[in-house]
């Protein structure tokens, strides 16, 4: 599966910004898509997934109530809408997918994009 994280860039605190990623060549149904982060110094952190199969989200603590995830499945391509934005979500967002994404949280990543810098700055 090949990914294609896109459309970070520059926004103020408090603005918000929506993150794409194009997706193809999947060979299984048994791949969901998700997004983690990456800020300067730190570790990945998981952020949230989508089902390809039912639609069905979860969210960690970090992303939940600001961020918005969402599957067009016909497109292949997945966004995280981020709103109300600060500057500790600066980071580098990862598109991946993995197996299975439920209520019961984000399973095992398999395939990473290359990331798509976001800045949070005045």
């Known amino acids: 599966v090949q990914l294609q994280a896109s459309g970070g860039g520059l926004v103020q605190p408090g603005g918000s910004l929506r993150v794409s990623c194009a997706a193809s060549?999947?060979?299984?149904?048994?791949?969901?898509i998700g997004w983690f982060r990456q800020a300067p110094g730190e570790e990945r952190k998981a952020l949230s997934c989508?089902?390809?199969?039912?639609?069905?989200?979860y969210y960690t603590d970090s992303a939940k109530g600001r961020f918005t995830i969402s599957l067009n499945n016909a497109k292949n391509i997945a966004y995280l809408q981020m709103n109300s934005l600060k500057p500790e979500d600066t980071a580098v967002y990862y598109c991946?997918?993995?197996?299975?994404?439920?209520?019961?949280?984000?399973?095992?990543?398999?395939?990473w994009g290359q990331g798509t810098l976001v800045t949070v700055s005045s």
């Open positions: 060549g999947f060979t299984s149904e048994h791949e969901d």
């Open positions: 991946v997918t993995l197996w299975p994404c439920g209520v019961n949280g984000m399973g095992s990543t398999d395939n």
């Open positions: 989508i089902s390809r199969r039912d639609g069905s989200t």
